[in-house]
């Protein structure tokens, strides 16, 4: 079973920067799809980003592209969001998340979650 440890959430003014960090274990990272989710409430659970086993392909939903970044270390078995220009509507639970699948997952194929971390973004 993977376990996920999620960090980095806060709180930060309209244009302001974050980094989130998400550190796997119970698998090798290598063989782990991973991405990440957000959730507000009355919301299904959204995938904003997504990353396969090495890196090299990533994908973004739409209204992230552009502003967020999704990269891996597998070194340090750690997958990362850097969020930039953030906006109010990006206020939300963001969650880590990883899947069995090593190419890009899709979103009904992620199978283990992090607990979750709360970002806000204040005007």
């Known amino acids: 079973q993977v376990q996920l440890v999620e960090s980095g959430g806060g709180s930060v003014r309209t244009g302001g920067s974050l980094k989130l960090s998400c550190a796997a274990s119970?698998?090798?990272?290598?063989?782990?799809?991973l991405g990440w989710f957000r959730q507000t409430p009355g919301k299904e659970r959204e995938l904003i980003a997504g990353i396969n086993w090495s890196g090299r392909n990533t994908n973004y939903a739409e209204s992230v592209k552009g502003r967020f970044t999704i990269s891996r270390d597998n070194a340090k078995s750690t997958v990362y969001l850097q969020m930039n220009s953030l906006k109010p509507e990006d206020t939300a639970v963001y969650y880590c998340?990883?899947?069995?699948?090593?190419?890009?997952?899709?979103?009904?194929?992620?199978?283990?979650w992090g607990q979750g971390t709360q970002v806000t973004v204040s005007s």
């Open positions: 998340a990883a899947s069995m699948v090593l190419a890009l997952p899709l979103d009904y194929e992620y199978d283990y």
């Open positions: 119970g698998r090798p990272f290598n063989n782990l799809g």
